[in-house]
């Protein structure tokens, strides 16, 4: 089986019997010609208010579309049109229910008659013979669909019963003025006689009996019901309308506020863009002050480095300094004993010795005792000097593995300090080295 769709004449609509489409080509809308004559299998149709293209029903996948192809007098779905005339409208998605128009009525001046619109109720059917769904509740075109749709015939009907009591009020009239004339004349049991000839011949001429007079009360009584169901199919569509207007309004309100939400969403979009910018330039400023941090730290590390070499080689002078003064101190300590060797032997072997040679003896005994403190004090010193320099020595050593800690931690490690938090722990290192140096150098 094929999808189908059965086209059902409305009120107030050209006629036409009602037309069944096939459904597995797109099915055609339009004007009459003696190409494309109109039959109950096709969607061409007589009236000449549409067009020889109007519109196209299609069927897709599991859903029905229409399609205005451009016609001069338009396609309405639920009184909505789909475009402007001569403009091809968008594919609209219809529903089982839908009330659709092809084009507007015109007056034809020149005949004086109306060229009707054609309207029709439209009915779907899937590919398995079940009916298509009806329009949901918050579609924008949906119109609720009830009794509403037969106010058409009610008003016709109303329009035939104002008729017929227009014309019974002209009755009416030709009455009273025949009462008004025979009072006139004042002629008693003659003037009933009258009156009542001339109201037969009024409400009961051309062979009228009971059976008129019946039909007339049933016609003013059937008035009288239509025109209550009148208001009250008026009030209910009123509140229909109401409704529906609340609905579009509501409608109109969401898709302004899914046009702000859509404003805002591109605009966080472009936030996001400026941040991810933002993060990638971090990044790199990162990276850059890493390469910068460890080129500062290396360079500082051989400045160190030279400055170590040279307190070792100033040491190792300081040590030889030491030595030499170590051996030149053992020398004047044995230059006194010697003197004093000799003097003993001098006077065991009787041989005199010269006043003056002991004199000048004792008086060099005298300048190595002065020597000899002299260098004792200088020997402390240098051993002061050393162990300053030895504990000079370890906190050189200290400050080293620190930095080489520092440098291991930033090569395994990505650098989460800002730029000005690195430049303070540089020019801290600085400080510190500054400081160890002049101290190096007091000593």
């Known amino acids: 089986m094929t999808a189908k769709a059965v086209l059902t004449q409305r009120p107030n609509s050209f006629k036409f019997n009602e037309k069944s489409l096939d459904l597995s080509v797109p099915a055609k809308i339009g004007r009459a010609s003696k190409e494309e004559k109109s039959s109950q299998e096709n969607g061409y149709f007589d009236s000449k208010v549409l067009s020889k293209p109007h519109a196209l029903l299609l069927h897709q996948g599991e859903e029905f579309f229409l399609l205005d192809t451009g016609s001069s007098n338009g396609s309405f ?224 590390r051989r400045i160190f480095e030279a400055e170590l070499e040279r307190i070792w080689k100033k040491d190792k002078e300081t040590e030889e300094e030491k030595m030499r003064l170590d051996s030149t101190r053992s020398s004047a300590i044995s230059t006194p004993t010697t003197i004093r060797q000799l003097r003993e032997s001098a006077n065991l072997s009787g041989m005199s010795t010269p006043t003056s040679l002991f004199n000048e003896n004792e008086d060099f005994s005298g300048e190595n005792d002065m020597s000899f403190d002299k260098l004792k004090e200088k020997a402390e010193m240098l051993d002061s000097v050393n162990f300053e320099l030895e504990v000079t020595k370890r906190e050189l050593e200290m400050f080293k593995d620190e930095n080489e800690k520092i440098r291991k931690e930033i090569t395994r490690a990505p650098i989460s300090k800002t730029n000005e938090e690195v430049e303070k722990e540089l020019q801290t290192s600085r400080e510190q080295i500054q400081y160890l140096l002049s101290k190096v150098a007091e000593r």
Do not use: W
């Open 77 to 300: 779905v639920n009184n909505i049109r789909l475009s402007k005339p001569g403009v091809e409208s968008e594919l609209t998605e219809i529903y089982t229910g839908d009330i659709i128009r092809f084009g507007s009525d015109v007056v034809d001046k020149a005949r004086n008659v109306t060229q009707k619109a054609v309207v029709i109720k439209l009915s779907l059917f899937n590919e398995d013979g079940s009916q298509y769904r009806l329009r949901p509740a918050n579609s924008r075109m949906y119109r609720p669909s009830d009794n509403l749709e037969d106010i058409e015939t009610v008003t016709k009907n109303l329009q035939d019963s104002l008729s017929r009591e227009k014309q019974l009020e002209e009755k009416l009239t030709q009455v009273m003025n025949l009462v008004q004339s025979i009072r006139e004349k004042n002629d008693g049991h003659t003037v009933f006689n009258t009156i009542e000839a001339e109201v037969s011949k009024i409400f009961y001429s051309a062979g009228s009996n009971n059976d008129e007079r019946k039909k007339f009360e049933s016609l003013r009584n059937e008035k009288a019901v239509l025109r209550k169901e009148k208001r009250d199919l008026e009030d209910r569509l009123r509140e229909k309308e109401k409704h529906c207007e609340n609905l579009q309004s509501k409608a109109f309100d969401d898709s302004r506020s899914i046009a702000s939400m859509g404003g805002v969403i591109q605009k966080l979009r472009g936030d996001i863009v400026n941040l991810e910018n933002v993060v990638k330039s971090v990044k790199d400023t990162q990276e850059k002050v890493k390469l910068d941090y460890e080129e500062k730290m290396l360079e500082e």
